[in-house]
């Protein structure tokens, strides 16, 4: 596997493995040991400037293609809670997300991806990467998406507020719009993968707000964590039950791949 960008240096705790089967096909709590900040070490090393907003990003009126298709605008966006999968959309008014029955919905409101980590894309693929390109409505700076944890919030601006839920896991319709072989591969491999997040307090959004994180939630499962445990790392999937925020899709999600991988 080619090392994933961002960080890669967080300890894996160990846990016993007839606790964690039992534990993660019943719904059961699992305990963790002293909490490993080696992570945040790294995000603060690599972050040495003010949290931003860079750009604001919606899909465009004739992004007939795919809502993955964002532009940056200038003007303030209203931000609320769209409603459940497949029946709400965008949490950014104005925006359009085309297949309600896979994205959207209240724990997928709204995607942000930071601009380093585009910068990182855009020198392996050696093609530019604008705002927006990979369907975020959120371009942030000086926070790092990868280590933020499931169920942290961020206050952007003077209102609104925004909780981690999920990372973004790639489809073909991703990998149609990059137009790169093996996209899904290559991006599932590099595991930077952005955050979608929920609404907790409606508000408005423009480029140049900040982010403040407000909460960080008593365990260690960041989005980069998760990623890695839905895609790639499957004995990483226990650790996840210690995040309560995660969407009850993406724990089912993670209940399936452990029994099928233990029968």
């Known amino acids: ?9 967080e ?20 305990p963790l040991s002293a ?5 945040e070490d790294l995000a603060a090393s690599r ?9 604001v990003n919606l899909s465009t009126p004739a992004a007939a293609r795919t809502g993955i298709d964002k532009r940056p605008v200038t003007e303030p966006v209203e931000v609320r809670a769209p409603g459940p999968k497949g029946i709400g959309g965008s949490g950014l008014v104005g925006d359009r997300i085309h297949k309600l029955k896979h994205h959207g919905g209240d724990d997928q409101a709204v995607y942000a991806y930071a601009r380093e980590d585009l910068d990182l ?7 530019p990467l604008t705002d927006g390109m990979f369907g975020e409505n959120l371009t942030t700076t000086g926070i790092d998406v990868t280590n933020a944890l499931i169920g942290e919030r961020w206050r952007i601006g003077a209102q609104l507020v925004l909780e981690v839920s ?5 489809c073909s319709v991703f990998a149609s ?12 491999q590099r595991a930077i993968p952005g955050a979608y997040l929920r609404v907790i307090t409606p508000g408005t959004v423009t480029a140049g707000d900040s982010v403040d994180v407000v909460d960080r939630p008593e365990h260690d499962v960041t989005i980069g964590l998760a990623f890695r445990a839905l895609t790639t ?3 990483l999937l226990p650790r996840l039950l210690a995040a309560d925020a995660l969407p009850e899709e993406a724990k089912e999600d993670a209940r399936k791949r452990w029994v099928r991988g233990t029968l």
């Open 1 to 9: 596997m080619a090392p994933c960008i961002g960080f890669l240096l």
């Open 11 to 30: 300890a894996t705790l160990a846990f016993p493995p007839d606790h964690n089967k039992d534990a993660l096909i019943h719904g059961l709590p699992v």
């Open 35 to 39: 909490e490993n900040r080696l992570g």
């Open 47 to 55: 972050v040495d400037h003010v949290p931003l907003i860079k750009s």
């Open 121 to 127: 894309w855009a020198a392996e693929l050696g093609r």
């Open 166 to 170: 999920v990372p973004r896991i790639p």
């Open 177 to 188: 719009w990059m137009d790169e072989r093996g996209w899904v591969k290559t991006f599932t």
């Open 233 to 235: 790392e499957r004995d």
